[in-house]
Each structure stands twice: as structure tokens, then as C-alpha cells.
């Protein structure tokens, strides 16, 4: 339960608590049973800390990506609209400039006919 929140795949808890097996210290000569390896204790919990602040951080970019692709922004929003304004302009324009270009042409005479052979 507590993997799957910390997104934690069953190796990587087998080798942990593999790593933590060892770091304590079974029958030694030196040291009496029970005693814990502080040294090995303090990189272990920052090993362990680090990959909760790794999944925690993994968990946040992934949901803040997910949010961020379902809505558009605003600014988003405004270059789309602008874009189309800026397109009905151009339309209108052109619209514009084919019309007086087809009133110049009609005035001197070069205006195309729809069929060029019915003329003949």
C-alpha cells in the first residue's frame, strides 16, 4: 500500500529492504547484538528521503502537465482569437483588392470573361 502511494515498483522495495537487512549488523565480534550501523543508518535515510522527495516531485510534474493540457490558457486563448481576426482581415482585403483590380481591368478593357472561347 504505502509502495503504490510512493510509486515505488516491488524491486526497488525488495532492494531496500534488502539494503536495510544488511546494514544491520547480525553476530560481530565487535559490536553487540542489536546495534545499528548509525553511519550506514544516516545514508539509508537519506537515500530514502530522497527518493520520497523524487516521487513526490514526479507525482506533482505529472499533474501539473495533465491540468495544464485539458484547458487551454488565456493567452492561448487570445493569440487563437487574434489569429482568426487577423485572417478575416486578410479575407476582406483581398476581397477588396479583386474587386478593384476587376473594376480596372473592366475600365480598360482587360477584364478575363469567364470562357475565353466563346468568342469564337
Known amino acids: ?26 553476530a560481530s565480534a565487535q559490536e553487540p547484538p542489536g546495534v545499528v550501523n548509525f553511519e550506514a543508518l544516516i545514508i ?7 527518493s520520497v ?18 484547458k487551454p490558457d488565456k493567452s492561448d486563448e ?17 476581397a ?3 474587386s478593384r483590380h476587376d473594376e480596372i481591368r473592366k475600365k480598360y478593357g482587360l477584364f478575363k470573361e469567364q470562357n475565353p472561347y466563346e468568342k469564337f
Request: proline share 1%; net charge positive; glycine share 8%.
Open 1 to 26: 500500500m504505502a509502495s503504490a502511494v510512493l510509486g515505488l515498483t516491488l524491486r526497488w522495495v525488495m532492494f531496500l529492504s534488502a539494503v536495510l537487512l544488511l546494514l544491520l549488523p547480525g
Open 44 to 50: 539509508t535515510m537519506s537515500v530514502l528521503g530522497g
Open 53 to 70: 522527495l523524487l516521487g513526490i516531485t514526479v507525482c506533482c510534474c505529472c499533474c501539473c502537465r495533465r491540468k495544464r493540457s485539458r
Open 78 to 94: 487570445r493569440a487563437m482569437r487574434e489569429q482568426e481576426e487577423r485572417r478575416v482581415r486578410q479575407e476582406e482585403r483581398r
Open 96 to 98: 477588396e483588392m479583386k
